[in-house]
């Protein structure tokens, strides 16, 4: 029998004890105790930051039978064990009573828990005095705070409420300084990083976990760890997909793998991965699992299209600035973008991490442009893959014409030329994960290049000129030369875009 999958489960107690599949992540938590006391670790969600503080509280409280078979169970000393405070931001009811309440609640509700009373009235005040009543009763408490950005990242479309919330969290937080004859171990996790907001300025001595090299696989699902705990779940998949063992790990490399916090090691994406062997099927399950509504909006405000090629340093990636924020940090923190190298001026070069991410992306980003509904692009750019398969260019032009239909008539006049480029590479772009697709955006001058299996297309778009001109262009840079050697036919297409008619106005194809 098969072991179930934990797909959504963040308690490591109910992993075990249901036997459900677990990762052992044993030996990296075991080297993050034994080598400090206070860390942040900031990740994506849905990427094992709560089970990971959830192993944290089983190890602490002395669990051994849980441990059976895993690394640690013989190189932890389980009869010293510490009381545990776990605060999870994502349990309270902030939005509801509002985080001050809602932080008083949680504490009473762990003061009840080692059958203390709590005599003091503020937020603050209270986690003093739990931490103080709790060391002195059982000994140096270990602190574990889960999502503690929770209350900011949900109100970012309501500044006052994101700053409000800012305020009570930077309080609240406070206590932990003068706390440490009472801390045995503290590590607090989120997605982002605010140090503009300076919540935890007070904390000189939390250690940022985020890109150090004892935590890069702390969480996700190396390319070992696949191939050895997933080994009993590959013949289904292989059935079902009608797939060879190698064939699908290439696959799942390219769709779920591609993450990293140090450009050397990449790691699976977990709840995808899980989610996968539970269905058998290649999906965006963990796009699908939390839409990132304000991303695009923040990238359309930008006017970033395109995030292949964006480089920042180290401080950049933790600068999440509340009154305006930064997208590249957004989008690393967030997990739609990672590390893919470190240059000799430590900048780093972001790119989107593998094709769940950059599909789902492309598919939003065109909805945002084009003022169309999400669920709309797929099928459109499965339409447009299908004519060209079929060699049908009247319909790729009326699908391109269909593309600029909803856009208000009075931004795109006023954004033509922004919109122009933009939406021509992004379907492009999105279209490159159906068919062997190139699109390059140069100061202005769009290429693209359609492979089929019986056709290259090379196209040519011009804004307010012409079509000739387009085709003229390709010919006399000579842009099929560089496919000269491939058997397929060349079919070179130029087409010109009107701003005023903001539409196709021109195209003329001609074979090479």
């Known amino acids: 029998m098969l072991q179930k999958l934990p797909v959504g489960i963040q308690t490591f107690e109910e992993i075990i004890g249901k036997d459900y599949l677990y990762i052992d992540k044993t030996e990296a938590i075991h080297r993050l105790i034994a080598s400090g006391k206070y860390y942040f670790l900031s990740r994506p969600r849905r990427f094992g930051k709560s089970l990971t503080l959830s192993t944290l509280n089983a190890i602490f409280s002395g669990k051994r039978d849980l441990f059976k078979g ?33 932080l008083q609640q949680g504490l009473h509700v762990v003061a009840s828990h080692y059958q203390l009373t709590l005599h003091n009235t503020t937020a603050k005040s209270l986690f003093a005095e739990l931490l103080e009543s709790i060391a002195k009763q059982y000994g140096t408490a270990v602190l574990l705070i889960d999502e503690y950005d929770k209350p900011l990242i949900d109100y970012l479309d309501d500044i006052p409420q994101v700053k409000a919330n800012q305020q009570v969290m930077k309080s609240f937080y406070s206590v932990i300084k003068d706390s440490d004859p009472y801390l045995e171990f503290l590590l607090i996790t989120g997605v982002s990083k605010f140090s503009k907001v300076s919540i935890f300025s007070d904390l000189n001595n939390l250690y940022d976990l ?28 292989e059935q079902r997909l009608k797939l060879s063992r190698a064939e699908l790990l290439a696959m799942l490399r390219r769709w779920y793998n591609g993450y990293s916090w140090d450009t050397e090691n990449f790691v699976y994406n977990p709840y995808s991965i899980l989610s996968f062997f539970s269905a058998n099927a290649f ?61 000799e001026y430590g900048l780093y070069h972001l790119d989107y991490p593998n094709r769940e991410v950059q599909a789902s992306m492309s598919m939003y980003l065109l909805a945002e442009w084009a003022h169309e509904e999400p669920a709309n692009t797929t099928p459109l750019v499965v339409k447009l893959h299908k ?48 068919t062997e697709a190139e699109v390059s955006d140069n100061t202005g001058r769009i290429d693209c290049v359609v492979k089929t299996p019986t056709h290259i297309y090379i196209i040519e778009f011009k804004l307010n000129k012409s079509a000739k001109a387009a085709l003229k262009q390709i010919k006399d840079k000579d842009y099929a030369g560089a496919y000269r050697t491939d058997p397929r036919p060349k079919i070179l297409l130029g087409v010109n875009f009107s701003s005023k008619a903001k539409t196709v106005d021109d195209w003329i194809t001609e074979n090479a």
């Open 210 to 237: 985020t890109l150090d090299h004892k935590a890069v696989t702390l969480t996700g699902y190396t390319q070992a760890e696949l191939e050895h705990y997933f080994v009993p779940y590959f013949p289904a998949a």
């Open 387 to 434: 004519s060209f398969l079929n060699n049908d260019l009247p319909t790729v032009i009326d699908i391109i014409k269909s593309i600029f239909k909803k856009i208000p008539s009075q931004i795109f006049i006023k954004e033509a030329e922004a919109y122009y480029h933009s939406l021509i590479y992004l379907v492009f772009f999105y279209l490159g994960q159906y």
């Open 283 to 343: 999906r965006n399950f963990w796009f699908e699992s939390g839409t990132p509504t304000f991303l695009p909006k923040l990238m359309r405000r930008d006017g970033v299209y395109q995030v292949n090629e964006m480089e920042v340093d180290e401080l950049a990636l933790g600068n999440y600035d509340l009154e305006r924020l930064q997208l590249a940090p957004v989008l690393f923190q967030t997990g739609y973008l990672t590390l893919k190298s470190r240059d």
């Open 70 to 102: 895993l690394w640690i169970e013989n190189r932890w000393d389980w009869g010293k064990t510490h009381p545990v405070i776990h605060l999870q931001l994502s349990k309270l009811d902030y939005q509801g009573v509002g985080l001050e309440m809602a």
